[in-house]
C-alpha cells in the first residue's frame, strides 16, 4: 500500500449518522460563552446589589487548590454528610476522620477520607475506591487536573457509572461517544456521571472545562470502558 | 456553481432550515476528518475533532461574512483545531493507553479503512502535524499553495517549503516514490 492510495482512501471519510446526530444536539445547546456571559451579568447584578464589593483575600501561603491541601495532610474536601449517613463500613473501621461527600447520585456517594496513617482515599458506594499515602496528587492524577476511575455499572438501569476526582479549576467533565451526544456532570473536586447503556462499546473521551468553558484536558476512556465488568 | 449551493446551504442553516443545517454538518466532516485522520492517525479520536469543529462552525454561523466561503472558512477551523488537538495529545500523561497501543474497537470504519489507516499513520509518522495538513489539503483536497496558506495562516512560500520537505521524506522509501512522483489535483475552491 502506497501512501498516495491510502491518501486517496481519505476521501471517502464522513459523519455517521451518530456523528451527526452528537453534532446538532450539541449545537442546540447554549455555548459556553454564552453561558459565561450569563454568569457574569448575574454577578454584575449581585454586585450592585449588596452595593459594595468586597476586598478579596488576599491569597493564603501554599497551596491554593482543595485536594493539593487534602493530600498534603490538610482538611478534607466536599460537603458535610448529615448526621447518620456516614457510611456504617467507615466508621466500624474506627476512622475518626470526617469523611466528606465531593458527589453523589442518587444513592451512591463519591466519598473522600482520610486514613488513620494520614493517606488520603477516595470511594465511591463502599466498595470501589482508592487510597494512597503519597502528599502529591500527581501520584493520582499524573499531569491532568482530572481522574476519571471506573466504570462500574450500578443504577438499575444498567447504565455505567464513571465517577472520578478532580482539582479546583475543572468545573465540568463531558463524556463523549462515538454516535450519540455527549453526557455530562457537574464538578466539585468531584464527579458522578451516569453514562450511556451501551457505552461499553461508544465511550471515547471524557473531557474536563473549567468556569469559562475553556477544554482544560482531554482523556481517552476507550480502554476503561472495554475492560469494565459487565453486570460489575 | 459549487459556491452557490454551499452559499444557499449557509443561508438556509442561518433561517433555522434543519435539513440545510445537516447538509452543512456532514460537510464539515468530509473536509475535517481526513485532515484530522492523517494527523492523529485514528478515526476515533479525528471524529471527536471533527465534532468539535462542526460545533464551533454552526454556532459562529452568523458571523460568516461570505457564506460562499464556507468550506476555507471551515478548512482554517480544521486546520487550527487538529493542530491543537496534536499538540494536546503530545503533552497528555503516559498514564493514559496510548492510541497506538489501543485496539480499534467498534469504530465508524469499515476493517479495509483501518489497514489503509494504519498504513497511512506509519507512512506519515516522520511528517510533522502541519506537514500532513498540508499534504491532505494538496492531494486529497486539491487545493492551491495560495489555499493552503490561507488555512494554515501562513504564506504560500510556507507552504511550500512544508511540501517539499515533506515530499523529501517520502522520497526517502522507495515505496512512497509515487506520491513524490504524482501531480496535485488541481482547482479547489
Known amino acids: 500500500m502506497t501512501v498516495i492510495s491510502a491518501l486517496a482512501a481519505l476521501r471517502d471519510l464522513e459523519f455517521t449518522d451518530g456523528e451527526v446526530g452528537a453534532v446538532l444536539a450539541r449545537a442546540r445547546r447554549p455555548s459556553h460563552s454564552a453561558r459565561r456571559r450569563a454568569a457574569l451579568a448575574l454577578a454584575a447584578v449581585a454586585a450592585v446589589a449588596a452595593g459594595t464589593i468586597a476586598a478579596v483575600p488576599a491569597g493564603r501561603a501554599g497551596l491554593s487548590d482543595a485536594v493539593e491541601r487534602f493530600f498534603a495532610g490538610g482538611p478534607t474536601p466536599g460537603a458535610r454528610l448529615q448526621r447518620g449517613e456516614e457510611p456504617r463500613w467507615l466508621t466500624r473501621a474506627g476512622y475518626d476522620a470526617e469523611p466528606r461527600v465531593l458527589a453523589s447520585s442518587g444513592q451512591e456517594r463519591l466519598i473522600a477520607y482520610r486514613q488513620p496513617s494520614g493517606g488520603v482515599c477516595f470511594t465511591f458506594g463502599g466498595d470501589v475506591g482508592i487510597c494512597t499515602d503519597s502528599t502529591d496528587p500527581r501520584s493520582l492524577l499524573g499531569n491532568q487536573p482530572v481522574l476519571p476511575f471506573g466504570p462500574t455499572e450500578r443504577d438499575g438501569d444498567g447504565r455505567w457509572i464513571l465517577w472520578g476526582v478532580a482539582l479546583d479549576a475543572v468545573k465540568r467533565v463531558e463524556l463523549r461517544y462515538s454516535n450519540a451526544p455527549p453526557t455530562d456532570a457537574r464538578v466539585t473536586n468531584g464527579f458522578v456521571l451516569r453514562a450511556d447503556v451501551d457505552a461499553k462499546e461508544t465511550a471515547r473521551t471524557l473531557v474536563a472545562f473549567d468556569a469559562a468553558g475553556r477544554e482544560l484536558a482531554r482523556i481517552d476512556v476507550r480502554r476503561r470502558f472495554e475492560l469494565a465488568p459487565v453486570g460489575g | ?189
Open chain 2, 1 to 189: 456553481m459549487e459556491e452557490t449551493s454551499v452559499a444557499v446551504q449557509v443561508e438556509a442553516a442561518l433561517a433555522g432550515d434543519a435539513a440545510a443545517t445537516e447538509v452543512l454538518v456532514r460537510r464539515v466532516g468530509r473536509i475535517t476528518l481526513p485532515l484530522a485522520v492523517a494527523v492523529l492517525g485514528d478515526r476515533d479520536e479525528a471524529g471527536d475533532v471533527a465534532q468539535d469543529v462542526a460545533v464551533e462552525a454552526l454556532r459562529s454561523l452568523g458571523r460568516l461574512r461570505e457564506p460562499a466561503r464556507f468550506d476555507p472558512w471551515v478548512r482554517t477551523m480544521a486546520a487550527r483545531m487538529t493542530l491543537r488537538a496534536a499538540e494536546s495529545r503530545r503533552r497528555r500523561s503516559r498514564t493514559e493507553v496510548s492510541l497506538e497501543e489501543a485496539e480499534p474497537t467498534q469504530s465508524a470504519d469499515p476493517t479495509d479503512a483501518i489497514a489503509a489507516r494504519e498504513a497511512l499513520r506509519i507512512a506519515l509518522a516522520p511528517l510533522s502535524a502541519r506537514q500532513r495538513i498540508a499534504l491532505v489539503l494538496r492531494y486529497v483536497h486539491g487545493l492551491s499553495e495560495r489555499e493552503i496558506a490561507t488555512a494554515l495562516g501562513c504564506r504560500a512560500g510556507t507552504v511550500g517549503s512544508l511540501l517539499s520537505r515533506a515530499r523529501d521524506v517520502l522520497r526517502q522509501d522507495e515505496s512512497l516514490l509515487e506520491l513524490a512522483a504524482t501531480p496535485a489535483p488541481g482547482g479547489g475552491s
